[in-house]
């Protein structure tokens, strides 16, 4: 069982539609999440971060986290085609040498279609 | 925000040679830099935490000898890939936080633009 699982997609959605992503996590001692966007051959740029269970808004995006079901989701409003890329979530962790590290799942591929 | 950069963006080189990269933290002190490693429609993978002045913590199953990594600086880190092979060739990507913590405990890691490394 990987670490941090994602659908790997594509998940198409027409524009101005909801686009809902999903993220399970395996340690249950895991505190932070985090969603990030990549678009092909960039870096990743950081959406969300949560800590708290519950929802996290910011603008039209949503973060929900659920840390008894261990799973961390992304809701995109009014989707636009700018939205399409790769969604990455991240959770993050100690190492052996005691740094915190975030370990990412495969991220899903968002197409919003005009 | 803060700013990280890094060259070269894209490389080309023959198997046997030696390649580095720099990241470089343009507006803030980077205490802490890490440099990932991600191949065609696969995740990040972590390949070593650097700490300024320190070595490297590197992550299981990364070779040390092979990755040398340098951060001699608050605002330099370098990666070298030594006697690059083909399966070395990939996307590497670093990332940092600051003095003050920032770029990590808010998950708001300041990512260089990435170095795709093709070995021929």
């Known amino acids: 069982q990987k670490e941090v699982e994602q659908n790997s997609g594509p998940l198409s959605v027409p524009e101005g539609a909801i686009a809902s992503l999903n993220c399970t996590y395996s340690d249950r001692g895991s505190q932070s999440f985090f969603w990030y966007r990549q678009y092909s051959g960039k870096s990743p740029e950081l959406i969300m971060f949560?800590?708290s269970n519950g929802d996290k808004e910011d603008g039209r995006f949503t973060a929900q986290l659920n840390k008894a079901s261990q799973y961390v989701s992304l809701l995109i409003r009014d989707s636009q085609p700018s939205d399409s890329a790769t969604y990455l979530c991240a959770v993050s962790r100690f190492n052996a040498g005691n740094n915190r590290k975030l370990i990412w799942g495969l991220g899903t591929s968002l197409a919003v279609n005009p | 925000g803060a700013v990280v950069s890094q060259h070269p963006s894209w490389v080309i080189c023959k198997s046997g040679t030696s390649v580095k990269i720099e990241c470089r933290s343009l507006d803030f002190q980077a205490t802490t830099m890490f440099w990932y490693r991600q191949f065609p429609k696969q995740s990040l993978m972590l390949m070593a935490t650097?700490?300024?002045?320190?070595?490297?913590?590197?992550e299981q199953g990364v070779e040390k000898d092979k990755f040398l990594i340098n951060h001699a600086s608050l605002t330099l880190s370098t990666l070298t890939v030594t006697s690059a092979h083909p399966e070395d060739s990939s996307f590497y990507i670093c990332?940092?936080?600051?003095?003050?913590?920032?770029?990590?405990?808010?998950?708001?890691?300041?990512f260089g633009e990435g170095s795709r490394l093709t070995v021929l």
């Open positions: 650097s700490n300024e002045g320190s070595k490297a913590t590197y």
């Open positions: 949560i800590y």
């Open positions: 990332s940092a936080r600051d003095l003050e913590g920032r770029g990590f405990d808010t998950g708001e890691l300041f």
